[in-house]
């Protein structure tokens, strides 16, 4: 039976369109951990499990995200295990704009990071915003917030690092940003897809009324070095 690549998105994307992203062989892959910490194994056997455990042990924590439960790998010590949903683009929701929305470039970067570091929206690191063209909004010259793409499997792309300075919620930047980042993932023929905690609700009643759907739920489990 042939699997779905969001089954498994991590290893969908490192094994083919953001290989140049990871560090890895054919059966284990991570991203460069100055890009992010996701790491995948294409199927959970028992070498695979074995050789992320050595991924971990050289390059540092690691990241699963994926379909079903996930083993711990020999070497790895479980530093976070929840509940999560995958939700994927039915038909996108007319957002009206009331802000300028502007490119990020990495001129930007350190702001970013700052912006992600205080708001958490997931993993960011320095290079984060090379794995898709990210839109932020401005405040007298300040990032107040922003969105952009992460993983890109085969025919899909996920929007991701989503997040607004407290300072400036409740003005719909979250909504606005979103929806901008998946109208141009569409605009390519792909598919916009998105991850969130299953306890967040806020965050997931904000995508469905962009028009996402829940298309499975998902496992995060948080690795180190035992």
Known sequence: MTRHPLDRPVWSALANRQRAFSLGDDLVRRLDPAVGPFAAVGADEPESLSRLGALVAEHGPVVLLQRGEIPVPPGTTARLRAAGVQLV???????????DLVPLGADDVDEMVALARLTEPGPFESRTPELGGFLGIRSEGRLVAMAGERMKPEGHTEVSGVCTHPDHRGRGYAAMLSAAVADRIVARGETPFLHAYAANRAAIT???????????PVEVLALVAS
């Not at 683009?89 to 802000?99: E, H, I």
């Not at 904000?206 to 499975?216: A, D, N, P, S």
Request: glycine content about 4%; hydrophobic content about 50%; proline content about 5%.
């Open 89 to 99: 683009l039915d038909r996108l929701a007319a957002v009206p704009t009331t802000a």
């Open 206 to 216: 904000l995508y469905e009324r962009l028009g996402f759907v829940l298309r499975t």
